[in-house]
């Protein structure tokens, strides 16, 4: 086990000195996407605050976690929302990230209930990497360059568009615009884009359905999405996804007036699988009343 300890930080390493992954791939971030697409801010009547954090391979130690905090909301008279994005993601033992940005979009509303928006995002992103926290047999082996700590900050903007009705979702960013411009290096951020799809069907009073696809490119890896929420009456959802990183997962939760807990549990089904199979995550989603009225059920 010790072995396929140090083979996995090896990787882990290199793999963040060649292009360090820039964003995290969540299994509950549609019910608040504005951390991957601005165009979703204000998409509900209430103001929502959203927060999750995801604990990656448990049970090996210095495993991955996220911990993400979204607050948007809605101005009528101005036709936008306006919010605020933060996230601290530690992929790795000597890797670790800091986003931050204000998010803005502009809504056209198509009648009562058909919304167009479009959304740009504003921050700053701090990476820092740190090899003297890995453990090698022999780190007299390592390129010198590879072992210096870095810590950089650099300015982040990121762009999408978002149609809403009530029966489907469609949506498309891309984040980290400026490293069109940059380098690939261990702390610049290379683009990344998002494709995402959701119905609702409504099947009777009691049970809806909504089917969902995704598609990430997260600056290194490419993963599929594919899942399925069953809503059951106003109070309780349940869903089962697929990952193309060989990752299944499972997800529940419960609606009481303001408040959304969520909970998802992934089964890792590839290489990995023999260094730990289990991953979590942990939401809690406020919504706020406001004078605007009847909510937009996607957003949280």
């Known amino acids: 086990m010790k072995k396929i300890y140090c083979i ?11 292009n360090a992954q820039n964003d995290f791939s969540l299994n509950e971030q549609l019910f608040s996407r504005i951390a991957i697409n601005p165009a979703g801010t204000g998409n509900s009547a209430n103001v929502n605050i959203f927060t999750l954090g995801r604990f990656q391979y448990a049970g090996m130690e210095g495993s991955p976690y996220t911990v993400l905090l979204n607050a948007h909301g809605y101005i009528e008279n101005a036709s936008s929302g306006v919010g605020l994005s933060v996230s601290y993601d530690k992929s790795g033992i000597a890797y670790h990230q800091v986003q931050a940005k204000a998010v803005y979009a502009y809504h056209l509303n198509f009648g009562r209930h058909n919304i167009l928006s479009f959304g740009v995002g504003l921050g700053i992103m701090n990476k820092q990497f740190d090899p003297s926290r890995h453990r090698f047999p022999d780190p007299s082996s390592l390129d010198p360059e590879y072992s210096k700590y870095q810590n950089k900050t650099v300015f982040d903007a990121s762009f999408g568009i978002e149609y809403a009705n009530p029966y ?8 980290h615009i400026p490293g069109y411009f940059m380098e690939k290096t261990t702390l610049n951020t290379a683009p990344a884009y998002y494709a995402y799809a959701r119905g609702m069907i409504k099947c009777s009073d009691f049970f ?14 490419h993963v599929a999405d594919v899942s399925a929420t069953g809503f059951l009456g106003k109070y309780v959802y349940v869903g089962l996804g697929y990952k193309t990183e060989t990752t299944a997962y499972f997800m529940v939760g419960f609606d009481w007036k303001w408040l959304r807990i969520g909970y998802a549990f992934d089964a890792n089904f590839g290489k990995l699988s023999n260094v730990a199979w ?3 995550e942990i939401m809690l989603s406020f919504n706020i009343s406001t004078k605007k009225g009847e909510d937009n059920k996607w957003i949280y």
Do not use: E, R
């Not at 996995?8 to 060649?18: E, H, N, Q, R």
């Not at 909504?210 to 890896?221: D, E, M, N, R």
């Open 8 to 18: 996995l930080l090896t990787a882990l390493l290199y793999a963040g000195v060649a």
């Open 278 to 280: 289990t991953s979590h």
């Open 168 to 175: 489907i979702l469609l949506g498309v960013s891309v984040n």
């Open 208 to 221: 809806s359905i909504a089917p969902a696809a995704a598609y990430y490119y997260t600056g290194q890896f």
